[in-house]
Each structure stands twice: as C-alpha cells, then as structure tokens.
C-alpha cells in the first residue's frame, strides 16, 4: 500500500514544491491550505488530494486529518512547513503582528503536531517533519521575532522527541538556509523613521541574498532523504550556504560569527 504524507502550507513555495515531488513518487500526498482554491494545478495528479487546513482552526486541522485518513487509510508523514516572516524593527512592530507570528510558526504546529498524536499512537509508529530553518539555530538582523519561533521550534521539538520515541514516532527538522520561494516576497515588512536608513539596506543585502539562493526543490529533496532515513536523526540542513553557515556558527566563537554575519548583511550601512 502507497504511503501518505499530508503538507500544511501546501499552496506555494517548499510545501507545494514538495507535495509535487512526493506525489511524483507515488505517494499519496494531502496537501493542505487555507485557501484550496490556491491549489487547483496539484489536482492533475491522481494521488494528491486537496484539503482545508487552517493551522489555527482546532476543528479544520481534525477534519483534514479525518479526511486523509478517509481517502487514503492512514498518515505515515505529518509535514508541518505552514509558515509566515515577520521582519524589521522589532520597536515598530505591533503587538497583533508579533502575536500573529507566534500564532502561525509556534501554536500552529504544536496543533497540528497535537492533533496527530492519537492516530500515530494507536499504530505506534509516524514521522512528525518541520521546516524550521537555519535560523532556528543561527540569528540575522531585523528577524529577531521570527527567529524567536524558529528556536522555540527547535526547542519545543529537540524535547518531544523523547516522550514520543516510546510509540515509534519520529522527529525530524528540515532546516533550510535561503531558499528562492516566493517567500521573499510575502514577507511582512515593518520598519519606522528611527531606524529607517538601517532596515531598508539590511534589507536590501538579505534578498539579493535570497536572489542567489537555490531554488525549493532542493528541499523536496531532502525531506523525501529524511522520510527514507529510518534513524532518529533530528537535524537536516540543506540549501546554498545554509549548513556551511550552521558549521561555523558551531566552530567559531560567537564574536567572530556576528562580525561575518554582519560584514555581509550590513554591507553599506555607516
């Protein structure tokens, strides 16, 4: 019997590119959206079927689990990937837009996570894979509140890990470093006069960053490596300079790391 994957964030970018890729390979993909509308072009293939899913909505996230189960017969692999970037000056941003970053990239998952629980337990045996990111585990400017739900993911998921390896059920973090997705178009900008000289270049550096990137189907690649990978590995790095950057934030003293981060993203800034 074919596997399942089902993909919140399944509309655009990494979460579409993958659904894709998986689908291409056989499985049984149900990829998830808030808006299905958006995902009409997956439907051309026959093993892919289009759900609502609202990370928020407690009822959507249990009727698209419910309704997977109904179509296929069974979840092997939960993909949380929906997310959302919050950048700037964190003085500018308000309190609804932090909360809304919380929300999405932190409560979103837990979830999600949640409510597949019960039905990986009672088989004893799943796969839980998110796409946190390189900055979940590595810092640039004006990302401060993103980064802050990316390292509580890490966090949240280094520990759970532990309790749900008694049923079999694995954790796995896909973490990517720039990748070209329209993802650096959606994102939500904030900046004010005080420090506007500072975000707009910084800004600036950090997409010409992502215009150099590899595109996101280098990541589809590497979560069918960590679904086919039957350890308990957690971490994958992947794209551009993404895990050589994770290496030396490892190998060098933290001083040396923020200079190199900053010869390079706070270039023409004086």
Known sequence: M????LITGASTGI??????YFAEKGWNVSATMRTPEKGKDLLNYPNLKIFTLDVLNETSIKQAIDDTISAFGNIDVLF???????????????????KKQFDTNVFGVMNVTKAI???YRTKKNGMIINTTSMGGLITFPLYSVYHSTKWALEGFMESLQFELKQFN????????GAIKTEFENALDFVSTKDYDKYTRQAHKNMLDI??????????AQKV?????D???????AVGGRGPLLLFMRWLLPLSWFTKMVSSQVEKGIK
């Open 2 to 5: 074919s596997k399942t994957i």
């Open 15 to 20: 979460g579409k590119t993958t659904a894709i």
């Open 80 to 98: 949380n990937n929906a997310g959302y970037a919050l950048v700037g000056a964190f003085e500018a941003m308000s309190q609804e837009q932090i």
């Open 117 to 119: 629980l019960p039905h």
């Open 169 to 176: 059920i694995k954790v796995k973090n896909i973490e990517p």
């Open 210 to 219: 992502y215009k150099a990137a590899p595109t996101s189907e280098i990541v």
């Open 224 to 228: 069918w490596q960590a679904v086919n």
């Open 230 to 236: 039957n350890s308990y590995r957690l971490r994958y």
